[in-house]
């Protein structure tokens, strides 16, 4: 069974940084879509950066050139490098994997973890 359990959240003035982690377990890299996702009060779950299976990294357009993504298949941890925050990017941030392709595209995944709060203060 896929796990997947976020940590590294916090609160931050504008400017600043923060790395998420996303500890998995029970899938294999070479065969899933694994990313991160987020989602403020009121508004709808968006994605913000994923890596398919192929190895392909996709990234949406409100945090390129901010956030990197990164996949370490020794540790089976995915990490969210955020620099820069702004107070648009104040959201619950979740971790995400499915057996799809292009999951940048989508919300729809199967497997989801618990979440880890951002909050950006100007």
């Known amino acids: 069974q896929v796990q997947l359990a976020e940590s590294g959240g916090g609160s931050v003035q504008a400017g600043g940084s923060l790395r998420l982690s996303c500890a998995t377990s029970?899938?294999?890299?070479?065969?899933?879509?694994i990313g991160w996702y987020r989602q403020s009060p009121g508004k709808t779950r968006e994605a913000v950066a994923a890596?398919?299976?192929?190895?392909?990294?996709s990234y949406a357009d409100s945090v390129k050139g901010r956030f990197t993504v990164s996949l370490d298949n020794t540790k089976k941890t995915l990490y969210l490098e955020m620099n820069g925050l702004e107070v648009e990017d104040t959201a619950m941030y979740y971790c995400?994997?499915?057996?799809?392709?292009?999951?940048?595209?989508?919300?729809?995944?199967?497997?989801w973890g618990q979440g880890t709060q951002v909050t950006v203060s100007s």
């Open positions: 029970g899938y294999t890299y070479t065969s899933y879509c």
């Open positions: 890596i398919d299976e192929d190895g392909r990294i």
């Open positions: 995400a994997a499915d057996q799809v392709r292009n999951c940048i595209a989508t919300v729809g995944l199967a497997y």
